[in-house]
């Protein structure tokens, strides 16, 4: 399943690999494997991003109460608030990690 053993971000719940083979990035949250296109990852962050700020407020942030839908409908991620914190950090640091080696390439590349 993974094609490189370049690990960009990992914590408790799960990580993120670079795929040579799809020039993409591996996700794996919990018991979800994903593999998303830079666009995608940078779509999902966002995503998360306003679901936890539409749910800040949730009094218990350990209850499975946050449902993600997908594109299938018959397919919903049941996460706690907690859980979705978790996820997004991995995100959030994926891109900054991305945008890191993408500003190194540049400066690599110039004479």
Known sequence: MFCSPK???HN???FTRQCN???AIHLTF???S???TRPQLNELAG???EILIKNFAVEDRDHKCIYLP???QCLTFVMTYNELKKLFEILE???MILEIEEALNINTNEP
């Open 7 to 9: 690990l960009y971000h």
């Open 12 to 14: 408790d719940t799960g």
């Open 21 to 23: 083979c799809q020039n």
């Open 30 to 32: 919990g018991n979800v």
């Open 34 to 36: 994903l593999l998303l």
């Open 47 to 49: 995503y998360i991003f």
């Open 70 to 72: 997908t594109y299938d």
């Open 93 to 95: 640091n994926t891109e």
